[in-house]
């Protein structure tokens, strides 16, 4: 058991420009009988889930097509930018989420599957996607649903297009959701150089301080425990989150 007292202004950002979260699966039945998540991609960042409870599948659709993949306790699953994923609960699903760069996906890295008037209109999709500021849980609950639902109608369609038409409609989708991204790239270059990058570059450091005898570094060795964000948890796209302090 650790005795280290938390201190929240002193915990530093997750090795590697990285970002940790764990995941209660929405229960919500949807429209086709399933129950779940919000389906969406990540225009630049890697994702990952490590099953640590229950039961599920993520279907997703990449460059092989649409696929399913059976998720239980144990499981290790990532997929690349581009990749549509869709978190599918059976019971009780619970996992680690590990993002790569940290702070990229809260500020849009994520594109929902809305349906192609909305994803094609940048100030339609801004709207759909927000979730009220202010209001109660409740008030929260039913938007994240909503948006979930409008989401899962734009990914059967998306399906469908798929079906019809093969690879030209997932890269239809592409282009749109690089339209909407584009007006944040320089806030996320901004992101990225305080955060992944500079976690590289203090590595690149340490290396270089190695190699020439000096272990100033290792002097200032420490150990750091976070503490669970307080508050509910927060209403992601797939499901209940929660955070610890230290993410960017």
Known sequence: MSNHSPNLRSLPRFPGGTSLSHLCVYDWEAAD?????????????TEAYVVTSGRGAVH???????????????SLLWFTPGTVHR?????????????????????????????????????????????PVGEGE???????????????????????????????????????AVDLVRP???DWQ????????????QTRAQLDA???????????????RGEPRPGPRLWGMCGRLQTWSGEV
């Open 33 to 45: 009988g399933l129950h779940g998540g919000t389906p969406h991609l990540h225009t630049v960042s």
């Open 60 to 74: 997703t659709i990449s460059s092989a097509g649409p696929a399913q993949d059976s998720l239980s306790a144990g």
């Open 87 to 131: 978190l599918i609960n059976h019971d009780q699903l619970e996992l680690q989420v590990i993002m790569s760069n940290a702070g990229l996906p809260e500020a849009g890295d994520a594109v929902l599957t809305f349906p192609e008037e909305i994803v094609a209109d940048p100030q339609k999709y801004r709207a759909a996607v927000a979730l």
């Open 138 to 176: 409740i008030a929260r609950a039913q938007a994240a649903r909503a948006r979930r639902d409008l989401a899962i109608e734009g990914y059967g369609q998306l399906l469908e297009g798929i079906v019809e038409h093969g690879r030209p409609a997932l890269e239809r989708f592409y282009t749109h």
């Open 184 to 186: 944040l790239i320089g």
């Open 190 to 201: 901004h992101i990225w150089e305080h955060n992944v990058q500079m976690e590289a570059e």
């Open 210 to 224: 190695l190699a020439s005898g000096d272990r100033r570094h290792l002097s200032t060795a420490t150990v750091i």
